[in-house]
């Protein structure tokens, strides 16, 4: 209904007042809302409209207005008008009868108007003149006077169509009355103190109609899905009941329920009541909530449900707010009890990668039921549940079943899904993390303990790296707890053989540095040598590491088999960075005194061209100076040079120390290599040889045949090593000599000759010496020079500690030299270099205390 509103905000019917103004009499043609003026007498209420009015019609138009009064009953709290459409009708009817009387004004009333001038004079200038034509009109609104009163009978009367309308919302018939009808009522017995008879009245109401409900509930043998599908026929019917009674009761709910603490709102009620009269009910409640569970399980197992069932009985636990006291605990526990039994059938029958896909499986299952029926309070407890009974309770067993098969075989996929399943229990990923520390310590014991697999160590350990470094990456996400194991596994396990991978990593990056490796470009070259450096960091006897690098590194630069001057610099550089500059410091002074050779001998072939007479013309003679503290210990030979070679020593002997006096040079035989020129029947060739190859090679230039033992006593060779060059000049690929008999082995008695016939291809040819595997003797004596070197370091250790806390305990010297010494030694040995620096006079034994040293100055 409309309403004009002024500032005490009275509700004024619009349309009734364009039915009053369309009945005016003659106005129908001259007369509109916007030049006429009316004083409208209206229940009570004063409602001026004003107008401009033309001037040549002004009399007798001031002499048609006159006033209309009606009584119709209003609320004075409100200002509202309480009619129905009915009574509105028949008022408006009676209303358009009596207006042509009402209209012919009495003689007085004529009279009084004469004598006031006309009717704009009732009203002050300041509200209804408006000094322009078409101004917007005003509307004053005042305040009755008389409070209006309700018939004696109305409570009976509206109770009665409002019992009847919600009696038919029950029954699902039709309502008689209008809905605007049955709210005015609502209202008027509202603003009329009849509020809590209404409340007292609807909610008896709303009570017998669900207890009524119960009974088809209640019967002995009904099947559990048609009754879950009663139930939620049941719920929803009485949940539209309920918005319909709401929608006409919505003024008591708005006001008096709102203002009444104490009291529910009408949806809280009708919730009250179905949860008090029908779902409270203890065999309602079991039979839904079986019902329930009856039907999940079923979807658990494969069937399909009606998920839109589900979901609407959940949420009326949940509105009814018995969701978790009725449902939620029941459920819970049947879903343990399933996965319990579910998990320890699975971990018999399925292997590991299948039981995780099924863990993941069960987990997006409920995850999905979460979403689509299932309240999200039980989120947590159900995934916390499934997590438990599938997860949890078997961690040990999928890790011992499984684990090591995974890694063994790199299977990231299956890896990534044990990862993230473990990450989300309680100590999984620690009881992962042991175990694949376990794993890594097993597998690389295998490969460093086995003798057998020396040669393939270092590439093993590398590829086994690489591998373990790329599930750490790829499937345990960069967690650090997994890098952090992973280096300790290593650390464990590659030093659980004493030096010896030390000694075969030295080994395997010579034959990566040596001339001849093709296998790799120079950046695949540098990556692999960033790979040993990792491995290289877990060793912790390093100085054995350091014994066998500078002695292949000696060969390589003295035998000019270095493949890259570059990666041998890069080398040392990463062992610079990782160890420090005490560490390469012998290794950087063999790369200094190959520079300076070079320097040197330029410098000599400089003075051999300013000799007047050149004794030696025919010769060509490079000499590598190396400072005996940088390179590794050599035996020294005595050999019979020819007297050419003697004369060009003695004049390189008198130019250098010419220019360094005090110094003292020691030549080595061994280290020596010779190009000679050969000439055979086929051509002249070139022959890359060693010194001592070049030493037997000579001796045919007096004789055609000779004996092992005649070569032998011309030039002093050890036997042995006289054995290996005879048979890398007869029975290798160049055979240069031919031997008799013919054999793979020089034996006593054997006889050579020069082989006059022999061919090749090449100008140049180079014969390689016989390689001696480097013996047991030889390891043996590289060990115990790195022994030696460690017993100064621990002597120099003990004395600067003692020197700085002059007096210390035993155990806490101990303490302090591990913390110092970076390669691994056993406490007897630190005893006995103790026992050494007291005997030397470097420390005492304290006269009180046996067991503790005093550092003597």
Known sequence: MDSLNSTNATRFPKHLLDSLLDRLPGTSAALTRNDTSLLLAYGGLSVAVRTKINEDKRTSRENSSS??????????????????????????????????????????????????????????????????????????????????????????????????????????????????????????????????FLYTKLRELTQKHVEANIKPFLAESIDRLIFLKRMNECWLAHCRQMIQIRSIFLYLDRTYVLQTPTLASIWDMGLEMFRFYIITNPMVQTRTVEGLLMLIEKERQGDTVDRTLLKSLLRMLSDLQIYQEAFEAKFLTATERLYASEGQQLMQDLDVPEYLAHVNKRLNEENERLLHYLDQCTKWALIHTVEKQLLTEHLTSILQKGLDILLEENRIKDLTLLYNLFSRVKNGPTELCNNFNSFIKKKGRTIVIDPEKDKTMVQELLDFKDKM????????????????????????????????????????????LRAGNKEATEEELERLLDKIMVLFRFIHGKDVFEAFYKKDLAKRLLVGKSASVDAEKSMLSKLKQECGGGFTSKLEGMFKDMELSKDVNIAFKQHMGNLREPPLANIDLT????????????????????????????????????????????????????????????????????????????????????????????TLIEDGELRRTLQSLACGKARVLQKVPKGREVENGDRFSFNNEFTNKLFRIKINQIQLKETTEEQKATEERVFQDRQYQIDAAIVRIMKMRKTLSH???????????????????????????????????????????????
């Open 67 to 196: 006033v209309i009064r009606g009584e119709w009953s209003m609320s004075h709290r409100s200002r509202s008008v309480v009619l129905s459409d009915e009574d509105c009708s028949k008022k408006r009817r009676k209303s358009a009868k009596g207006l042509e009387n009402r209209f012919r004004a009495p003689d007085d009333v004529m009279a009084d108007m004469e004598k006031k001038g006309n009717f704009s004079s009732l009203m002050r200038p300041s509200n209804l003149i408006s000094s322009k034509p078409g101004a917007a009109k005003k509307l004053v609104i005042l305040n009755f006077k008389e409070t209006p009163k309700l018939p004696l009978d109305y409570q009976e009367v509206t109770w009665a169509k409002l019992e009847e309308a919600v009696i038919a919302i029950q029954t699902s018939k039709s309502i008689k009355y209008s809905q605007e009808e049955l709210f005015q009522g609502v209202e008027n017995m509202c603003n009329h103190k009849m509020a809590q």
């Open 469 to 512: 470094d790329n599930i750490v990456s790829t499937c345990y996400q960069k967690k650090e707890r997994f890098h952090f194991s992973l280096k300790e596994a290593f650390e464990y396990f590659i030093n659980q053989r004493v030096n010896k991978p030390a000694e075969l990593i030295a080994k395997f990056v010579d034959s990566k």
């Open 623 to 714: 000499v590598n100076i190396l400072t005996m503290g940088y390179w590794p210990s050599y035996p020294l030979l005595e050999v019979t040079l020819p007297i050419e070679m003697v004369q060009y020593q003695e004049v390189f002997n008198k130019f250098y120390l010419g220019k360094h006096s005090g110094r003292k040079l020691q030549w080595q035989p061994t280290l020596g290599h010779c190009v000679l020129k050969a000439d055979f029947a086929q051509g002249k060739k070139e022959l890359q040889v060693s010194l001592f190859q070049a030493l037997v090679l000579l001796r045919f230039n007096r004789a055609d045949d000779i004996t092992l033992e005649d070569i032998k006593a011309a």
């Open 811 to 857: 155990n806490l010297l101990i303490s302090e030299l591990y913390n110092q010494l970076k390669f691994p030694v056993k406490p007897a040995d630190l005893k006995k270099r103790i026992e050494s620096l007291i005997d030397r006079d470097y420390m005492e034994r304290d006269k009180d205390i046996a067991n503790q040293y005093n550092y003597v100055a």
